[in-house]
């Protein structure tokens, strides 16, 4: 495994990921301004929604790290690892959730493992089908979208969520995890079926040495 750990900075993604988690239990008043497109009127999202970004863009930063075509034919390849660390990344998360909420009774905690979970999930999912560099911007696009299309307020001032706008729905809120539960099912078995170019030219040389 030290082929692999020496071309990647997981232990900095765990690192950010568990600030992330603080930081949004502590500064669970802060927001950020977007505007909402039936209205035009700024809805605040808070930093639970917007922090576990730079998380899944540091995740899908490590899995685009090495030499793809000679990891490709390594008896154990990086999906795998990967799997595995980023794994880590979340049950870290969820260690310092369950610290921050015994510190700061706050649900913002949940709501960041939740969208951590679920921006790594998008990644992955896009970067299998369009590469890295358009997966981190529809990472991106995902809150913000959410926000934009997704969240109306009331004439009393209440917030109200679209069912599919999960990263805006509190830590407790169960749909939302299920919602992310499956997209990181799917994930998880793109990631552990996927084939690399270099492992698609290491099968033809064998057929050709047989």
């Not at 692999?4 to 239990?25: E, F, I, K, Q």
């Not at 390594?74 to 690892?81: G, I, K, L």
């Amino acid at each position: 495994m030290r082929w692999y750990l020496a071309a990647r900075r997981w232990w900095l993604t765990v690192v950010v990921a568990v600030l992330v988690v603080v930081t949004a239990g502590v500064l669970a008043s802060a927001t950020v301004g977007v505007p909402r497109a039936l209205s035009g009127v700024d809805f605040p999202l808070p930093l639970s929604v917007l922090a576990p970004c730079l998380v899944a863009w540091l995740a899908q930063w490590n899995m685009t790290r090495g030499e793809p075509d000679q990891e490709a034919i390594a008896v154990r390849t990086p999906p795998a690892y990967d799997l595995a660390l980023l794994g880590v990344v979340v049950f870290s998360q969820i260690v310092a959730a369950v610290i921050t909420m015994a510190w700061v009774p706050s649900a913002e905690s949940l709501m960041v493992v939740r969208n951590t979970m679920g921006y790594i999930a998008v990644g992955v999912l896009v970067a299998r089908v369009v590469g890295p560099v358009l997966a981190n911007l529809a990472v991106m696009l995902v809150p913000l979208g959410c926000a934009a299309f997704g969240a109306t307020v009331t004439a009393a001032g209440d917030r109200e969520y679209a069912w599919w706008a999960w990263p805006l729905h509190d830590g407790s809120g169960w749909t939302a995890w299920v919602f992310v539960a499956g997209l990181g099912v799917v994930a998880s078995a793109s990631m552990l079926t996927r084939r690399r170019p270099g492992q698609l030219r290491a099968s033809r040389i064998r057929l050709l040495i047989e």
